[in-house]
């Protein structure tokens, strides 16, 4: 039985032992971790301890990515910089799921800071996927993403999603994922990549395990300024009649047999009562240089603080203090925090200011507009979630750090905009799965999930 639902009913009414259960799960976890590097830290002694088994998470197991605190368990970001930190207090999300009875089992891996696409800027292990290890999990969230894929028992993964983090990993490893709304789920406690930008989300096997996980952790927190103003829902999936929007420039840079997946799928929709209408979202091809100016601008300002006085790796202070922050960080950043950090300052500078951070805000309000517009009387908006099918590491070792970026068209829109968007399974490419992007307007997860649910129905038909 992998259903969360279930398995915390089990829980609850005393029919699960969860002394058994965790000694069988962990056997399953280091055997994965053996095979498809999915953990950066396993939380195998935190696990074990007594559970009281209370909530609507009761003994279910929880992984988290490593950007996201967890008081006494190692946190890394998945930089080398902070290799030896233990956070002493949990992230908002961590402390509400622990309430609700969940079990942290470990911290899965990740590009560092959440600087990629493929989840190959590791500072650790980089993670493979279990669909076909000589391919990436995609990023930056690919542990996560491979361990709900690979793992048969019942787990949800916490993640997080600054330009597309939690959507591609689920679109590679064939899993459901849910970005929500910005500010919807508390930012308190994570490592940030960039403020304006990141969301902690959620990866599961089903749409449902998702809403599970989303109601539980998402609503108003004092402790974190950019939170929304309101209570968690209770997310029901519920059937109805949806209008949806296809993108148009969503569909120019996919490779076509995942455009005709995508399309399939969408005619199932239909089929089912849904109706659908092409629409433009014109300033979509200038969302990538934007993205990539605001993300590096605010990731250049937080990376200031790792210098290796105040957490994570220190040296033995030998010459003066200017050199010393220099020689930390030269030592403990990877190859792609570096180049962020410069990208980022550049960009910052004065003189520059004008013609790259401020036109790229400009351009931000351009995109919001744009989804405004379409959300007037549209339900959801369908994409192909990736433009690609999982790469080879191979494929990967071969691209620029340009070519790179490009990767992410297709979900750095709707990440500037904040607005909830969840990837599902629809149909595969020679074997791999591709991702169908549902994106809806501010605060409708409720409406995103359920027509999700629908099209998982269908995938799992085929
Ligand atoms: N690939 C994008 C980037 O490198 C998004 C990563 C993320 O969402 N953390 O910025």
């Not at 993670?127 to 949800?156: F, M, Q, W």
């Not at 993640?159 to 500010?183: D, M, W």
Request: proline share 6%; with cysteine; glycine share 10%.
């Amino acid at each position: 039985m992998s259903n969360a639902r279930e398995f915390v009913a089990g829980v609850m009414e005393g029919s699960i032992s969860l002394g058994d259960f965790y000694e069988r799960l962990f056997r399953k976890l280091k055997e994965l971790d053996r095979k498809y590097n999915f953990f950066i830290t396993l939380a195998e002694k935190e696990a074990l301890a007594p559970k009281a088994g209370k909530g609507c998470l009761a003994g279910l197991p929880i992984s988290a990515k490593d950007n996201i605190c967890t008081r006494g368990i190692r946190t890394t970001a998945g930089s080398r910089i902070l290799e030896p930190y233990i956070p002493p207090f949990d992230a908002t999300c961590i402390a509400r799921a622990k309430q609700e009875g969940g079990v942290i089992i470990g911290k899965t891996a990740q590009d560092e800071f959440g600087f990629g696409t493929f989840s190959t800027n590791c500072g650790f292990k980089i993670p493979k996927n279990p669909v076909d290890p000589t391919r990436s999990c995609g990023g930056s969230s690919g542990g996560a993403a491979g361990l709900v894929r690979a793992l048969d028992e019942p787990h949800i993964a916490i993640a997080e999603s600054t330009g597309g983090s939690i959507s591609c990993p689920a679109s590679f490893c064939g899993v459901a994922g849910l970005t929500p709304t910005y500010g919807r789920v508390s930012r308190y406690g994570l490592i940030d990549y960039a403020n304006s930008l990141d969301k902690i989300g959620v990866i599961a096997k089903t749409v449902d395990d998702v809403a599970l996980m989303f109601s539980a952790i998402s609503g108003h927190d004092p402790l974190d300024p950019t939170s929304v103003n309101k209570p968690a829902e209770n997310i029901r999936l519920k059937k109805s009649k949806m209008k949806i929007g296809v993108p148009k420039e969503y569909f120019e840079n996919v490779g076509e047999k995942i455009g005709s997946a995508i399309w399939n799928g969408i005619k199932k929709l239909e089929s089912e009562g849904h109706s659908y209408r092409e629409v433009s979202l014109p300033n979509t091809k200038h969302s990538l240089p934007a993205y990539y100016i605001i993300a590096t601008a605010e990731a250049s300002t937080n990376l200031a603080k790792f210098c290796g006085m105040r957490y994570g790796a220190e040296e033995r202070i030998g010459g003066p203090m200017g050199e010393y922050f220099p020689e930390v960080r030269t030592k403990y950043f990877g190859e792609e925090a570096k180049r962020r950090i410069l990208l980022g300052t550049y960009s910052r500078m004065a003189g520059f200011r004008d013609q790259y951070y401020l036109k790229a805000m400009k351009v931000r309000t351009l995109v919001i507009e744009d989804f405004r517009k379409a959300f007037r009387n549209l339900d959801a908006l369908i994409a192909p979630t990736m433009p690609v099918v999982a790469p080879k590491f191979s494929e990967i070792e071969k691209l620029t750090p340009l070519e790179n970026y490009m990767m992410d068209v297709l979900t750095v829109a709707p990440n500037l905009a904040g607005i909830p968007m969840l990837s599902v399974p629809c149909g595969s490419v020679n074997g791999l799965p591709v991702g169908m992007h549902i994106m809806g307007d501010y605060l409708q997860e409720g409406k995103t999930l359920s027509l999700g649910k629908e099209m998982e129905t269908y995938s799992n038909r085929n």
